[in-house]
């Protein structure tokens, strides 16, 4: 049995042990005879794999209504993987989603790291810094590169910090974000986490 | 006598009472036989306004040590004008300077609300949506335009709330932030006081 993420440029996968990545427009899922559970964001896909037999899509088991209409379906399947906590997803957006008894309290999305750089140096070539993740956030700023820093990641911090715990951190720059956070759990595979728990519920029921 | 704040694109008057702007393009400095006290951030302005004895460069009379290097004059100006508390300027960019007995405690500069927009419209058509300055920000959204305008707006708040006021608003959208900071005092014209009272100070002396 595999486990695959689909995004829009790469298929995710997960054999329970390690992870890989194949590219949307270069790989063809009947190449797999394996069982595969998979959740997409790519809607391009769909008619490729509902012909494939051995390609289940896990979103047909999940409850929407706990969720929003417009929310992603790995978003959805992250909060699924916890009873507790924030999720903070750090890609091209940051996710962040509250989860209490496990019920999904609502989230907010904040520009990923490369968005807001390029929203800086749109404004002034003076802002036009890389963030330094590292910074002391529990300092003022009195330097611009800082003052950059500061304005993009302590404001998360701050609003982050006002939630319950525990914390979650997954997503390509998870480690990035894993100095500002350094109280969250770094979890790669907290979505593989979310699918495996879908399945494990579905076969008992 | 005459202040004026000049910015790149254009020279921002007020004399005491009412303020009016002139591009920086079509307007000539020397129409005015008044005494102007100025402060620039427009590097191009400078042989111009020097050759004129009526304009004089307030920023001359400014202890640059208490800021940093390579902070804008503007910024500085706005924290001369208050001796204790908080001063949002929501312009291109927002920035959020502390001033605490007189003193310049540090600041942080985050994404004016038009860079804002685009660095999510940036990262999907998805997220291209208006900020709603008036969303209720102690509700976890749950939906996609609430998520989004909680992800720019709320993270800010919180860091702001951080530091004790009283709170400044000033900038060309400090109208629309007001609804954000409605603890805040909606000041226009705080460059200009600031301005006064380095004038005042410098009479005295």
Redesign the interface.
């Known amino acids: 049995m595999l486990l695959c993420d689909i995004g829009n440029t790469s298929y995710h996968f997960y054999d329970g042990d390690s992870d890989y990545k194949q590219s949307v427009d270069s790989f063809d899922p009947a190449e797999i005879s394996d069982e595969v559970y998979y959740i997409s964001v790519n809607p391009s896909l769909v008619t490729r794999l509902v012909s494939l037999s051995n390609w289940k899509d896990l979103s047909t088991y999940i409850s929407r209504e706990d969720y ?4 992603g379906i790995d978003r959805i399947v992250a909060c699924e993987a916890i009873e507790e906590g924030v999720i903070i997803d750090a890609g ?2 940051v ?2 989603d ?1 989860v209490k008894a496990g019920q999904f ?8 790291l490369h ?2 750089q ?3 140096s ?3 070539s ?2 036009a810094f890389s963030f330094d993740f590292e910074l002391d956030l529990d ?6 590169p800082d ?2 820093s ?3 990641l ?3 911090y ?2 982050v910090l ?1 939630h319950d715990g525990p914390f979650f951190l997954t997503g390509g720059d998870a480690e990035l974000f894993g100095h500002v956070f350094p109280m969250a759990d770094i979890d790669r595979h907290l979505i593989f986490r979310g699918m495996q728990k879908i399945i494990t519920r579905v076969a008992q029921c």
């Not at 929003?68 to 929310?71: D, G, L, Q, S």
């Not at 309290?105 to 990923?112: A, D, K, L």
């Open positions: 929003y209409e417009t929310m091209s957006a996710t962040v509250v309290q609502g989230g907010f999305i904040y520009p990923g968005a807001m390029k929203a800086y749109d404004i002034s003076r802002l300092k003022m700023p009195k330097n611009s003052a950059v500061y304005g993009y302590r404001t998360l701050s609003e006002r």
